[in-house]
């Protein structure tokens, strides 16, 4: 059995079978499963430069207007501890989650589709992994 094969197993295991496209309605059982999966403390980092990101990124954005940029605003290079997992879920964005960075502690809510576990041995790790993979695939 291929990797892609058993992540489809994880993933159609969460909603009794089929693998559905994402509605509010698989996004809450999403939710569900991942509350009571989650193991806290969670560190989570991004998976690649979010949106506003990529002006300075891979854009022609100014660097030095971009690292004062990032003392405010969240980036995907930065690390995050998860405080907890949005309570809704919306079609477009998908499931959000609460997080403190770890350098500043700021606050934010990010969509958790744009995250990863910092330490691929955890479990967390594969769960929002497989949980990036349905949201971005099934669309």
Request: with cysteine; net charge negative; charged share 35%.
């Amino acid at each position: 059995m291929t990797e892609i094969d058993k992540q489809d197993e994880r993933i159609g295991f969460i909603f009794g079978g089929e693998i559905p496209d994402v509605t509010e309605e698989s996004l809450a059982t999403y939710l569900t499963y991942l509350k009571e999966h989650i193991e806290l403390p969670c560190e989570l980092t991004g998976i690649e430069d979010f949106d506003w990101e990529e002006y300075y990124v891979i854009g022609p954005g100014d660097q030095k207007e971009y690292e004062k940029l990032k003392k405010t605003k969240p980036s995907y290079t930065d690390k995050y501890d998860m405080l907890s997992l949005a309570t809704e879920v919306d079609e477009w964005v998908g499931i959000l989650v609460n997080l403190k960075r770890v350098s500043d502690k700021k606050k934010f809510t990010l969509p958790l589709a744009e995250l990863k576990a910092t330490d691929e041995k955890l479990k967390n790790y594969q769960l929002l992994d497989d949980y990036s993979v349905w949201f971005v695939n099934n669309r």
